[in-house]
C-alpha cells in the first residue's frame, strides 16, 4: 500500500468516525473527537487499530453521546478501543505517563469541537517543550531498553518494524525530539524513510494475513515480489538499509540531545558556538567535528579521514553536514594513498566504540564510495550462517572494535586492523570468500599505500582468517602433524600473532557464543604449540593425559564423573578403571541425555595397580547433574540400560554419511574424519563401532558447518600406535556402517 492509499483509507475511517459523531447528536463546543497516535497505537486504549478519545471541557458532560458513537463504530468491524477523558484528565494522564505523553504529540481532530482539538494539541505540545529536558532521560532510557530486547532492524536475523532499533517505533520518537525545538531530526530524510517502512508494513499484513511486525526468514521471497524487487536478498537490503538510516539519525539525534542536556540553559542574547581547533582545517564545536572556518577542503584530500578519526578517536558526532561537504569539496585520494591519509585510517579503525557512529555517518553521506567502494559489496549483505547476529558489514565494524582492543598484542597494528577491515570483502559471490576476498584485499591494501611485506601480510590474513579456528576445533592441537598443517600456510611469528588476535576479534564480533573458553583454549594452544616450533623453543607440555587425581572408589573399581561448568558450555571429566567400550558407554550416555559433544579426549593412566580410563569431554550445555551422569554411566556399564537398542536406530539422512582416512594428520594416530547430518549419538556411534573392532579414540573433535556435522577421530591400536592400511580401512568401513544403521 503506497503513502496516497494510506491516506484514502486514513480519510475513510475519519469519515467513519464523523458520521458516527454526527449521528449520535455530539454537541458543537466543548466535546471533541480525536484519534491519538504519537508512540504507540493504543497507548490511551490498549489492543486497538484505532485509538480514539472523546474529549470533553472540564465543565461539560458528554452524557450518552459515547456509547451512541462506539457502538455504530464497532458494529462497522472496526477493531477499536476507547476512551472518553476531560481537558484536565488528558493532561494528568500525560503529565503521568511517558508514553500517553507521546501518544498526544500527534492528535488527529476527527469531530466535533475544533477548538478543543487544537486547545488540547497546543496544552499537549507546550507541555513537552517546557518539560523536554526533565523527561528526555526516562525517554531516553525506555528507548535504550526496547533496543536491548528487540535489537537492530538493519541485522537482526527476524526483524520487527515497529519495535527494533531504526523502525517505526524509533521513527516517531525523533518526530517526539524534534518537537521538543531543542534538536533537528532532519524531517525529509525521517519521513521518507518512515512512509516506506509503512509501505513495506502494509506489504507484510497483506502477506501474512494479520496485524505482524515481525519477518519471518521464509517472508522475504514473496514480499520481494510486493516490492518488485528481484529476490529475497534485495528485499531484505532494501528493508535494513531504511532500518540502518533510521538508526544512524536516532543515534545521531539522541547523541545531539546529550550535548544540549548537558549544557547549562542558556543566558538571553544569541551565543555563536565556538570552535576549538583540533587538526588541520578540524574543529570541534558542541560535541561534534565540524570544519575550521578558513578551511580548503579542495585542497586537503586527506581531510575527510582526518575529521573521521578525529571524531571517532573522541567519542563525538561527525556532523553529517560537514561529512556531506567533505565528500563533495575533498579532491580524490592519490593512488596510492599518502602515508598521512593511511594513517588516519588506521587511527579511525583503532578508536574503538567510536568508529561505528562515525562509520554510519561515513556511510549515509557516500563518503565511503570515495575512498572504499568495494564496500558495497557488503553494504546491508545478510550472513548465511545463524551464528552471527550482524549482516556482514556490521560485523566487519564489530570485528574492528574488538581488534583495536588487541593491537597491543601485535607487531603490526595497522596491519591488523585493516585485515579486520577487510577480512570479510569477498562475500557476496559465488567463491567461497577467503578464497575470493584475498586479491580483493591485495588491491586495497596496495591502493593504500602499504609496503609489500605489509600486503601480502593482509592477504595472507584475509585468505586464512578462518583457518586457526577451524584447526583448533577440528584437530589435535598437541599433534606436530596439526602444527606443521597450520605452519605450511601461515609461517613466521608475525604472523602467527596477527591471526591470533583477528581469530579471537573474528569471533568475538560474530557472537558471545563464537569464543568460549572452551574455543579460546584450543586456538591458545595450537597458537602456542605454532610459535614454539617457529621460533625454536621448547613446545608446551600436551594437554592433560595422566595428570588427572584419581578418587579412591575408582581404585577399589567405581566410576568418578565431575562437572565442571563454564561459559557457554561444561567440561565433563570420566574416570572408571580402563577396559574397550568404556569411551563409548561415555558418548552413550551424552547421547542419551541429548547434549551436545564440542571435543573429548581420552587415555588410560596408571594408578598404583589399576589401570584408569580417563576421558574429558567438553560439551555445550552448562547446567548438567554429575550424578545423574556417573547413574547412567553405570546402569549403561552393568547393562540396566540397553544402549544399543535406543541409539543406534536408523535415521533418515539427508546427507550420505562419508568416512574419511586423512593418513597425513598425524604421525601417532590414524585420523578418520566423518561427515555426516548434524544430529545426536554420532560420537557414540563411532566409538562403539571401533570399540567393536578393539581400537581406542584418543581424542574426537566436533564441529558443525550448516547442517553437516564433521566429526574427527584419532584412531589408536589399543597397545597405541597408528593403524596399519588394512585395519584403517576396516575401521572406516564399520564406522560408515554403524551410522547408516546396517550394524547394531
Known sequence: MTASERTIRTAAADELCRAAYDKAGG?????????????????????????????????????????????????????????????????????????????????????????????????????????????????????????????????????DIKEAEGGLRDATVLKALEATWLVDASSPELEASRQALLDFRDLLHDETGRPSDRVAPELWAPLAIGLGLEDAEAAQRHVREIGRRLSHLSRLTWRRVEDVLARPVSVKGARRPSLEPIAPGIALARGEVVLAAKARPDLDPVMLLRAAAEAAERDVVLAPATAARLVRECSPLPDPWPEEARDALVSLLASGPGLLPVWETLEETGALSGFLPEWDRIRTLPHASPIHRFTVDRHVIETCIEASALIRHVGRPDVLLVAALLHDIGKGGLTEHSVAGEPIARGIATRMGFDDAAVSLIALLVRHHLLLSEMATSRDPDDPATVEALLAKVSGAEALALLRALTEADSRAASPKAWSTWRAGLI????????????????????????????????????????????????????????????????????????????????????????????????????????????????????????????????????????????????RATVLEVRMDDRPGVVWLVCHALAGLDLSVRSAHVSTLGPQAVDVFYVQERDAGALSEHRAAEAAHAVRAALLGTVA
Not at 38 to 62: C, F, I, K, M
Not at 638 to 661: I, T
Request: charged share 25%.
Open 27 to 159: 454537541p458543537e463546543t466543548g466535546v471533541a473527537l480525536v484519534a491519538a497516535g504519537g508512540y504507540g497505537r493504543g497507548e490511551l486504549a490498549p489492543q486497538s487499530d484505532l485509538d480514539v478519545v472523546l474529549v470533553h471541557d472540564d465543565d461539560v458532560d458528554p452524557g450518552t453521546v459515547a456509547e451512541q458513537i462506539w457502538y455504530p463504530l464497532w458494529d462497522s468491524g472496526s477493531r477499536l478501543d476507547h476512551s472518553v477523558r476531560s481537558m484536565s484528565e488528558m493532561t494528568t494522564a500525560a503529565q503521568e505517563d511517558l508514553k500517553v505523553a507521546l501518544g498526544l504529540l500527534d492528535i488527529r481532530h476527527l469531530a466535533g469541537d475544533p477548538n478543543l482539538t487544537l486547545r488540547l494539541r497546543s496544552t499537549m505540545l507546550a507541555a513537552w517543550r517546557r518539560q523536554a529536558r526533565a523527561r528526555l532521560p526516562a525517554l531516553r532510557d525506555l528507548v535504550a531498553k526496547r533496543h536491548d530486547v528487540i535489537g537492530e532492524l538493519a541485522h537482526v536475523s527476524v526483524p
Open 524 to 667: 591458545d594452544r595450537l597458537s602456542r604449540h605454532a610459535r614454539s616450533s617457529v621460533v625454536g623453543e621448547a613446545p608446551p607440555p600436551a594437554a592433560a593425559d595422566g595428570d588427572v587425581a584419581v578418587p579412591d572408589a575408582v581404585r577399589r573399581g567405581g566410576v568418578s564423573v565431575l562437572v565442571e561448568s563454564d561459559q557457554g558450555g561444561a567440561r565433563v571429566t570420566v574416570l572408571a578403571p580402563d577396559r574397550v567400550g568404556l569411551l563409548a558407554d561415555a558418548a552413550a550416555v551424552l547421547a542419551l541425555q541429548r547434549v551436545t559433544v564440542r571435543s573429548a579426549r581420552a587415555w588410560a593412566q596408571e594408578s598404583g595397580d589399576v589401570s584408569v580410563g580417563v576421558s574429558v569431554w567438553e560439551v555445550g550445555e552448562p547446567d548438567l547433574d554429575a550424578a545423574v551422569l556417573r547413574e547412567r554411566l553405570v546402569a549403561i556399564s552393568e547393562g540396566r540400560v540397553d544402549a544399543v537398542s535406543r541409539l543406534s536406530r536408523p535415521v533418515a539422512a539427508r546427507l550420505e554419511p562419508v568416512v574419511v582416512v586423512r593418513a597425513d594428520a598425524s604421525r
